[in-house]
């Protein structure tokens, strides 16, 4: 029998890619095609589906992290290797400022490995109870995980308030968000149809909201983190 590893590895390494390509496009392209490659809720997905086509547990969490791995590795080569996006700056002596460049580079590639390794887990966990477990268990990880998804959307603005907007920049943010915000919602759908977890529709809808308060709370302190 052929080993799925390569498969999820490839997809990987492919998000990675596709995120690094998305930092190309301009306008509401951008937001949008960063919002389907390059947001917590992408990246976040992609783990969870990892974790959902693993039959045994360990194996949805190995997946579910190392595709988040893999794709964090794949994205900062990247930058480091092709855009060079960190160099060709210069302090304000007139000297180089490549060495901070490549600093900052180092410092998020291994904030979001770290990130990696705590919400890999988590996700791939989810994904394989969703698949596995008894219909209110699956219920409450479909619900869970599908807040968690959703959670960045709600964490950055609420879309409604600018859609009427002029500013492209402006719409363009928020164009990004709803999609952030409705794509959870499209796949919790298919999770509740693809395991007939409709009779759970309670437990389903209240751990979504559990999920995503909790979600919105773990971004802010994440981004309050990283920016201090």
Known sequence: MTSRRPVWALAAAGLGLLAFLADYLDGAARAVAVAVTSS??????????????????RAAVVRATGTLVVATLVYYLLVVF????????TLEDGSSAD?????????MT??????????GPLLGLLGHAVRTGPPRWAAGAAGVACGLLSAEGWATTVPWRVLLSDDPFVRA????TAVRIVLPLVVLGWLAARHRLWAAWPVLAGAAVAG?????????????????
Do not use: D, E
Not at 110 to 119: D, E, K, N, T
């Open 82 to 89: 092709v855009s060079r996006r960190w160099s060709g700056f």
């Open 40 to 57: 917590g809720f992408a990246w976040g997905l992609a783990a969870f589906l990892a974790g959902w086509s693993a039959t045994a547990r």
């Open 110 to 119: 291994g904030v979001w490995l770290a990130g990696s390794l705590v919400a």
């Open 173 to 176: 943010v928020a164009a990004g």
């Open 212 to 228: 995503g308060v909790g979600g919105v709370v773990l971004w802010r302190v994440f981004v309050a983190s990283v920016n201090a």
């Open 99 to 107: 060495a901070y460049g490549l600093r900052s580079v180092a410092l």
